[in-house]
């Protein structure tokens, strides 16, 4: 997309003589002579008008083709937006944002004059095919793990023995972990759904290359939500409990631990803790990557006190080159309000807030941790984990809610979102509480009983989903939760309409699903992988639980704003909003399903600034 400067001044200069000179002469009509004189004078000049222009009128942003979606049901399509400073100004059609700008401005300075003037401001236009979406959002991340996963992603690995591999190359391309066999090696991203035996790797496999025998090492699980360590890592462990409350350790039949380790097990790993550097490191990864997909916004959905005193630093310096939306956690049973900061608009950018805290009911459906109401289709001896007990669930909720914070609750499996509702509903019919001021959130919402997805609904709970969980758990969802089961699962247009506000944020979870959001609204509109299949064929998994596009873009953009309380000053492409808005190389609106694949990101602007790319 090329910036073109559009209008130009013609006049002449008899014009000046139509301006009266007197001692009689208004202040307000001077003031008007004296600009269009300015501006005549300025004629063989452009530059000057065009940065007069630029810093009172800003600039505007147009599409031949009206392919600027405002995600605004007034105008939900327009030719241009106007941005002035950080914020929106007006959006329409080029003369409409211009005659508008004319009758607002000073009436003492004569229309011609003004229109000059506007008519200098630059104007960028859309090559053709391009459009404009508001600044995109993920309602769910993790911002310092998709870094920290970046170190040595394992997310596409097929087997035990390429995981293995991919580790030993990194040794090797790593001198400094190379030459300390007492560094420890961290990855993240294996999924054993994904090979042949499916079954859960060992501490033995990672000793079975001489160059990783006898080193720390511990791979997270796609998800999160279970760790894989090595034989060494078992060593300093020494001895393990029997049992672990919403943990578990695998154990072989001898009753030793296997090197795996679920949910709150995973505690008992000692690894080291994040340095400052390392932060940074995993934070210039995260931001980079982020911007480059059109991502203007973030709700990272576990942030803990040291994450929370990184970004603080990092807003006070203005170097948060997004917004983020932190929910803070503590890992304790004891009330841990005090420990968690509230910011609104926080540092040189006013990009950072905090509002929210995060609470787990259970772990993730992939490492049979989801609480299920009833056992597992695929392994009846289990019915998941409740990571943290419905007592002390209920009064962290309680309190989280009296002290005024949005309580945002991990739910995969339909017993956590059984044993959630029920804390929320309590407090919101019986208690006092109001829903609309406190917002409270079902992180994932992913399996439900029908009187459930019923209930949600009705308390006005907001539902916060991740699409890509859909399309990457749908080879085996079903054969773990059975034929009826399912149909309460990954219910997203249910959800949507269900909904007494009409919202539906969307995320991605990154780093256990691709940081793309452009990936997100593929499988929310089509329910495909990304070669175009599913379990049910070329149609989607359950095609009646897929969202529209205008539903979708709503979920990443205006959705995500309201569940984070932005909803007046982000979210749309709306006068008076933030001027953040992503330029697409294709209409994701009309293309095929297969072209929102390729589409490229031209620009990424956060506050009327580009932060990626170029206009």
């Known amino acids: 997309m090329a910036g073109k400067i559009s209008g130009s001044a013609q ?42 222009a630029s810093d009172r009128l800003g600039y505007q942003v147009c599409s031949e083709t009206n392919s600027i979606y405002t995600v605004d049901e007034a105008q939900p399509q327009v030719e241009c937006i106007s941005v002035k ?10 003369d409409e944002i211009e ?9 003492s300075i004569p229309s011609w004059a003004l229109r000059i003037l506007h008519r200098r401001t630059r104007v960028f236009r859309l090559d053709r095919g391009a459009i404009v979406v508001p600044g995109l959002a993920d309602a769910h991340a993790h911002v310092l793990e998709y870094g920290y996963m970046m170190q040595l992603p394992l997310s596409t690995t097929a087997s035990i023995d390429e995981i293995v591999r991919r580790t030993k190359e990194y040794v090797l391309a790593h001198p400094d972990v190379h030459n300390d066999r007492t560094r420890w090696i961290e990855g993240m991203g294996w999924d054993q759904t994904k090979w042949d035996d499916k079954q859960f790797p060992t501490a033995a496999d990672l000793d079975s290359d001489p160059l990783l025998e006898g080193r720390p090492i511990s791979l997270s699980r796609v998800d999160g939500h279970a760790r894989w360590v090595s034989s060494r890592v078992l060593e300093l462990m020494g001895d393990l409990p029997d049992e672990v409350e919403g943990g578990q350790i695998i154990r072989n039949r001898d009753g030793k631990p296997t090197g795996i380790f679920v949910d709150n097990a995973m505690s008992l790993i000692p690894t080291p803790p994040w340095s400052d550097k390392l932060m940074s490191q995993f934070f210039d990864t995260a931001m980079t990557d982020a911007l480059s997909h059109g991502l203007t916004s973030i709700h990272d959905a576990d942030s803990k006190p040291d994450h929370i005193a990184f970004f603080q630093k990092k807003a006070e310096k203005g170097d948060l080159p997004n917004r983020l939306y932190l929910m803070g956690n503590v890992q304790s049973d004891v009330y841990w309000g005090s420990r968690i900061p509230r910011l609104t608009n926080y540092g040189k950018h006013g990009r950072l807030n905090i509002r929210s805290v995060k609470l787990f009911a259970d772990g993730a459906l992939g490492s049979w941790g989801a609480a299920l109401r009833e056992p597992y289709s695929d392994k009846p001896e289990t019915q998941g984990l409740l990571i943290t007990p419905p007592e002390v669930l209920a009064n962290l909720t309680h309190q ?26 309590d407090i919101l019919e019986s208690r006092g509480g109001n829903v609309t001021e406190w917002q409270p959130r079902i992180e994932h919402a992913q399996i439900f009983a029908p009187a459930d997805l019923e209930r949600i609904g009705r ?20 054969s773990r ?29 990154f780093p256990v699903e691709s940081i793309n959001p452009l990936l997100g609204f593929y499988a929310a509109v089509s329910r495909l992988n990304t070669h175009g299949t599913s379990p049910h064929g070329t149609g989607g998994w359950f095609p009646e639980q897929r969202l529209s596009r205008a539903q979708a873009l709503k979920g990443m953009t205006l959705d995500a704003a309201y569940a984070s309380f932005a909803e007046n000053t982000l979210g749309s492409l709306t006068p008076g909003k933030k001027a953040d808005f992503v330029v697409l190389d294709r209409d994701i609106m009309t293309v095929p399903f297969a072209d929102i694949l390729k589409t490229k990101v031209g620009a990424t602007v956060v506050d009327g600034e580009v932060a990626y790319g170029a206009l």
């Open 11 to 52: 006049t002449s200069s008899k014009t000046i003589s139509k301006f009266p000179c007197s001692s009689r002469i208004s202040s307000r009509l001077l003031l008007g002579a004296t600009v269009a004189s300015f501006l005549l004078w300025s004629f063989d000049t452009p530059v000057k008008i065009s940065t007069l």
């Open 85 to 94: 400073g950080s914020i929106i100004s007006d959006v329409g059609s080029l």
């Open 99 to 107: 005659n508008r700008w004319i009758s607002l401005s000073y009436p």
């Open 400 to 425: 989280f809610w009296k002290d005024g914070f949005q309580v945002n609750i991990h739910c995969i499996g339909d017993r956590a979102n059984e044993v959630v509702l029920d804390i929320f509903e």
């Open 459 to 478: 308390l006005g709970v907001i539902p916060s989903v991740q699409p890509t969980h859909a399309t990457s758990d749908m080879p085996y969802a079903q």
């Open 481 to 509: 939760l059975g034929p009826e089961r399912i149909l309460g699962a990954y219910a997203y247009q249910t959800l949507l309409k269900a909904s007494p506000e009409g919202v539906l944020p969307l995320g991605s979870d």
